[in-house]
């Protein structure tokens, strides 16, 4: 079976930061596209950032400049370092990963960004 389990978020103060953690099994990882998601209350899960299996990366408009994804291939591990973060950012952030034709999620975890 396919497991995702995030960790490392939390409640910050605006202008901080995080670095979350995927913990990947059950899949080749280092051939996977690994993605990020959040979603807040009352929005749609919106896709954060994303990192193919070469290493190429992508971020969403509303954090470039902000977060940095990567992977390690050895550990079979995401992350998601997010500095200067601002209240906007404040949702549940999910790792996703697409494989053997399904999507895989992990259980999300939240990031609160408030003074």
């Known amino acids: 079976q396919v497991y995702l389990r995030e960790s490392g978020g939390g409640l910050v103060q605006p202008g901080g930061s995080l670095r979350l953690s995927c913990a990947a099994s059950?899949?080749?990882?280092?051939?996977?596209?690994m993605n990020w998601f959040r979603q807040s209350p009352g929005n749609e899960r919106e896709l954060v950032a994303s990192?193919?299996?070469?290493?190429?990366?992508n971020l969403a408009d509303s954090v470039k400049g902000r977060f940095a994804v990567g992977r390690n291939n050895a550990r079979n591990l995401l992350t998601l370092q997010m500095n200067n973060l601002k209240p906007d950012d404040t949702a549940v952030y999910y790792c996703n990963t697409r494989a053997r034709g399904s999507d895989f999620w992990g259980r999300g975890t939240q990031v609160t960004v408030s003074a």
């Open positions: 059950g899949i080749n990882f280092k051939i996977h596209t």
């Open positions: 990192i193919t299996s070469d290493g190429s990366t």
